[in-house]
């Protein structure tokens, strides 16, 4: 079973403007609502491809509820620990045009405040899990939660060998790659930000993804948009696979969603190349949709590579 975490989910309010004007009365041409946060989008791609899974984290306050119905809706499990300070937040995604170019603006909330006790419950959880099990740990945390968070999440399930993911910048990536989490997916930049260095091109994103795996992490898988990603593995090969062609339309979730098509690969098959090429292209069937991908539209994008 995969299990997803994530700690501070969303209401993603998604909104397209034609010709958006600051300061002014605009108003939508399309709009809708979806279950959001990083973990909460591997889970709906893993659901969507027909592999097993439970969504797990923090929700609070009517949000927190419309959230889970939302979840429901989509058939998609979640056990989540109920938070009594705050409410779940609400993500504006703000889509409009400014002549021939497209923008996207993003408003995030806060979320809610998660206490020591609530913390404890979502560990005593994940103290369950076995070695048949892989655990997707994701995004941000919530106010009250430690940027060790994710760190202390891995060496808790290196008792009972679950091999764990993480999606994560900054300090929560840094803290965790140490404890040897099976595999680690921070896009280029996110790469280069630990590093201080701005990467471009593969030998540089190689170089430093390696580093990373001296570090600790078994695998890192760097995504690079349009230029595609690179998988430096645990059995010591480099794989490399260009993005498929098409036209971005919304670029939310794409890489919570190669993080999906990897590991369907990845469990299919335990061939790491077939993984990577199944979460390239996953990846980009959410970035050319408006929705996540869905399992007939990365079959297609899997013929084109």
């Not at 809708?32 to 491809?49: C, F, R």
């Not at 913390?119 to 655990?135: R, S």
């Not at 290196?158 to 091999?163: F, L, S, Y």
């Not at 949709?289 to 869905?294: E, V």
Request: hydrophobic share 40%; with cysteine.
């Amino acid at each position: 079973m995969i299990y997803t975490v994530t700690f501070n989910p969303s209401l993603d309010y998604i909104v397209s403007v034609d010709d958006f004007v600051c300061g002014k009365v605009n108003r939508t041409t399309k709009e809708y609502i979806l279950p959001g946060g990083k973990g909460i989008n591997v889970s709906q791609v893993l659901t969507n491809l027909g592999v097993d899974n439970t969504a797990l984290g923090f929700a609070a306050g009517f949000t927190g509820k419309i959230l889970e119905e939302l979840l429901r809706e989509q058939k998609i499990i979640s056990d989540f620990i109920q938070v009594q300070n705050g409410m779940t937040r609400i993500n504006v995604k703000l889509c409009t045009k400014a002549g021939e170019n497209k923008e996207e603006t993003e408003i995030n909330g806060q979320g809610p405040m998660v206490s020591g006790e609530e913390l404890e419950c979502l560990m005593h959880k994940l103290e369950q899990l076995t070695c048949e099990d892989i655990l997707v740990v994701s995004g941000s945390i919530c106010k009250g939660v430690s940027e060790y968070i994710y760190a202390d999440i891995i060496k808790l399930c290196n008792e009972n060998n679950v091999k764990v993911v993480v999606d994560a910048s900054g300090m929560l990536l840094r803290n965790a790659v140490e404890y040897g989490p099976f595999l680690i997916k921070p896009n280029h930049h996110e790469l280069g930000h630990i590093f201080g260095k701005k990467l471009s091109d593969y030998d540089e994103v190689v170089f430093y993804a390696k580093e990373l795996q001296n570090r600790g992490a078994q695998n890192v898988l760097v995504s690079m948009g349009a230029k595609g990603a690179v998988l430096v593995a645990e059995d010591g090969e480099v794989y490399v696979s260009k993005a498929p062609t098409g036209t971005v339309i919304n670029s939310v979730g794409a890489g919570d969603s190669m993080v999906a098509g990897f590991l369907t690969g990845y469990l299919d098959t335990n061939d790491y190349e077939t993984a990577l090429q199944m979460g390239i292209c996953t990846g980009s069937a959410s970035a050319f949709s408006d929705g996540l991908a869905t399992r007939s539209m990365v079959r297609k994008l899997l013929l084109e590579i």
